[in-house]
């Protein structure tokens, strides 16, 4: 941060992940790369498990517990309310499971949401007899008015991402949430997208659930993912009952003296065998870096990013994306006019230049590994198509 309070962009972090010199990859939003030191801790972690003599009780806990600490603090929740998820479809199902609707009332999402963030609740819908809803793109681009002039007191459940996964499209949580409250409805999060990029905090917005998926955003492995659970709904029923979330479960010994009560929090809703011995010290590794480096500086410095590829695409191309104000700032989406040209793609591939096809848009999520070539590289491509 400098004097002025302003937060300073971070330099490329390039030397910390394997990327070579000629790969531009612009597509955090797809897979990100893990961190050379969360693959080292991988290796580490999947070594443990040829010797697992080496593996105590404790570290069924100790290392979760530490991660479940870090992840909290990204949101600015408490690490009692926060479970361990393997996919956002995993933490929507334990949300779908706990939030009663009644067939007088409505589900309202997003046309084009991502599915994880959709299929359970049309799964809700059925089983409910509620009406899903899939609120319309705008024209505008303003998802929060759109998404606003439609909360009512029929709104049973707003399930929506912190941006759109197409095209960066931003929605205010704070206003959505503080509609939700009015009418009584519940408010789930897909933000997949956006923690560890983008600042959300949950003490601001007071959500009832939120589901994120750690292999973009928090740079970390597949099928280790979180759901944060808001202190009012900790008391809910689990889709799975595995021992762990059980309370005295660090009492090997004591297992077979079954008990009602849960572990604190939201662990209870934790997916079994969370102990991934292989998995857990990755994201441990990938979190501790996002913390060291900070979201808001992560945001700044990827803003300064996009908001300079979408001025330059515009320039010098007629390339057109969703307004800077109306979009998260590590997300681009490229809008061309007559569509998207079909050999594109390809001719970005071929030349390793990394950035993906969702919807209408191609999207361009670059981190903290990217550099001024990386970009220099896409508008080759770019000209030359
Ligand atoms: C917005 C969003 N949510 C969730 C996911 C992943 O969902 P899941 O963890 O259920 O596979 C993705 C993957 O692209 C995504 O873009």
Not at 84 to 108: C, D, E, H, R, W
Not at 241 to 270: C, I, P, T
Not at 289 to 300: D, F, G, M
């Amino acid at each position: 941060m400098t004097r002025s309070g302003e937060i300073t962009p971070l330099p490329a972090q390039r030397h910390l992940f394997d990327i070579p010199d000629d790969v531009a990859f612009l597509n955090c939003a797809y897979i990100s790369p893990l961190p050379k030191a969360s693959l080292a801790a991988g290796e580490e972690g999947l070594r443990r498990k040829g010797r697992p003599w080496t593996i105590a009780p404790a570290d069924f806990f100790t290392t979760s517990e530490a991660v479940r600490a870090l992840f909290a603090g990204l949101i600015n929740a408490s690490a009692d309310d926060i479970a361990f998820a393997p996919a956002v479809s995993y933490g929507m199902a334990q949300a779908a499971y706990n939030i009663p609707l009644t067939k007088s009332q409505k589900i309202l999402t997003l046309a084009e949401q991502f599915p994880s963030n959709v299929y359970p609740w049309m799964d809700l819908a059925e089983r409910s007899g509620a009406t899903f809803v899939s609120v319309p793109r705008p024209a505008d681009d303003d998802w929060t008015t759109a998404l606003l002039a439609r909360i009512d007191a029929s709104t049973g459940l707003v399930a929506v991402p912190h941006c759109h996964w197409t095209d960066g499209g931003l929605l205010d949580l704070e206003a959505v949430a503080t509609a939700c409250r009015r009418v009584g409805a519940a408010l789930a999060i897909d933000a997949t997208q956006s923690v560890g990029a983008l600042p959300l905090d949950v003490k601001r917005i007071d959500p009832d659930f939120v589901a994120v998926a750690s292999y973009k955003w928090l740079l970390g492995p597949y099928s280790l993912g979180f759901l944060y659970v808001a202190p009012r709904r900790q008391n809910g029923r689990p889709i799975e009952h595995n021992w762990m979330a059980r309370r005295d479960s660090e009492d090997f010994a004591g297992l077979v003296n079954y008990k009602d009560e849960f572990q604190a929090g939201a662990r209870r809703f934790d997916v079994g065998e969370r102990s991934n011995f292989a998995l857990m010290p990755v994201v441990e590794a990938s979190l501790r870096l996002i913390s060291e480096w900070s979201v808001p500086r992560i945001q700044t410095t990827l803003r300064l990013r996009t908001d300079a590829i979408a001025e330059r695409a515009h320039a010098e191309l007629g390339i057109g994306s969703v307004p800077s104000h109306r979009r998260a700032g590590h997300y681009l989406g490229l809008r061309f006019a007559g569509g998207i040209p079909p050999e594109l793609p390809a001719q970005l591939a071929a030349n390793k230049v990394y950035v993906s096809v969702r919807g209408q848009a191609m999207r361009v999520t670059p981190h903290v590994w990217n550099t001024d070539e990386d970009v220099e590289r896409l508008f080759a491509v770019f000209r030359t198509a």
